[in-house]
């Protein structure tokens, strides 16, 4: 495959790479041929990369760095690579057709989009005759089901970048307006356990699924209203009971079943406290939980000051530069939780993420890697 000679050309070579998340059905070594053909391509426009294990994971991160100024400020990019399953579009998938002024296919949107504009956005800063400081992009796999990669980057390698770092841009559909701050996510499995016993005597056993019923029954008109905290970018915290699972055959009494909840937090809500709050609900129940799934709620406040220093080059690009709130998690839940001002940007709308025809503006796309490249020259110093 050929280096793309224009920013639409990389994105079409982007999305025909299949990289659907394995754990909803995609190829085991799709995301680590698109890291592949990526690197290739950042190293050929004279930028360095390395890969970083993800643990668990046969793929790898990629980061993508420019350092012109050895000791400098870093600004940090991030883009996953994944994305969900393409069964039922109605476009093909990894077609990268154009009609329109749009580019359909699966990751157009959200968010190969993104990491298009942002690895363009570095190409050209490389060329620069002045670059007031350091940038690094990060190609992040496996958002789309356990944002391991977001996880294992904020627990290793961020570190290397926190003393110079001025923050972090989450690539996201958000139709190019800044996202400050936004909801998180407490997942789990609850399990109840019976007596397993022939259908024909279920006086002898006992129901796992008749247990589960008054579980959900109490989750559904106890916990459920409960659930009342509001936060005023990110609007209201939500608990849900989404899945159900039990029995093994219509003449056997359960012995087993289980529901996932999903419980979504609103910035300043803790772990301990929604588990806390979800057990004393439950008080009286004999059930187990377990597969605990956390994904921290991110505040503005940490990143106010790096909102501050993007808004002017926003507003000069002719933006909405007003800070808004999501009710959706990100990847920068977790960078922002190991201390790196975060800000989720990018060009797309959510509308059209995961959709039969998903598809992003080009104009958009095109403005996107202008903002970024703008933030990268602004220089040393100014806010």
Known sequence: MTA??????????????DTVNPLVGGPAGGQEALALHLEKLARGW???????????NASSNLIVTCEPVPGGEWLLFESHLDTVSTAGMTVAPHGGKIEGGRMYGRGTCDTKGSGAAMLWALREYARDARRPRNAALLFAIDEEVRMTGAQAFAKKEL?????????VIVGEPTLLRPVVAHNG?????????GRAVHSSVPSKGSSAISAMLRVVETLESKYVPSVTRSHPLTGS????????????????????????????TVPGETEEQVLRERDAALAGHTVEHDSLYVVPAMD??????????????????????TGRGAAYVTDASHYAAAGAPS????????????????????????????VYLDLLRVPKGER
């Not at 050309?9 to 790479?17: G, I, K, P, R, T």
């Not at 570190?159 to 923050?167: N, S, T, V």
């Not at 503005?300 to 530069?321: C, E």
């Not at 959510?350 to 104009?363: G, I, M, N, S």
């Open 4 to 17: 793309p000679a224009t920013l639409e050309e990389l994105l079409a070579q982007m999305v025909s790479f």
């Open 46 to 56: 004279g930028l360095s990369t390395r890969r970083a294990a993800v643990e668990g």
């Open 159 to 167: 570190k290397e970048f926190l003393p110079k770092l001025r923050g």
């Open 185 to 193: 996510v407490i997942r789990w499995r609850t399990i109840t356990r």
């Open 237 to 264: 915290a939500a608990a849900s009971v989404n899945v159900i699972r039990g029995g093994t055959a219509v003449n056997i009494i359960p012995a087993y079943c289980e529901i996932e909840c999903d419980r979504r």
């Open 300 to 321: 503005d406040k940490l990143g106010r000051d790096f909102y501050q220093w993007i808004s002017p080059v926003l507003t000069r690009h002719g933006g909405d530069a």
């Open 343 to 370: 800000i989720v940007f990018g060009p797309g709308d959510l509308a059209q993420a995961h959709t039969k025809d998903e598809w992003v503006a080009l104009d958009q796309l095109n403005k996107a890697s202008a």
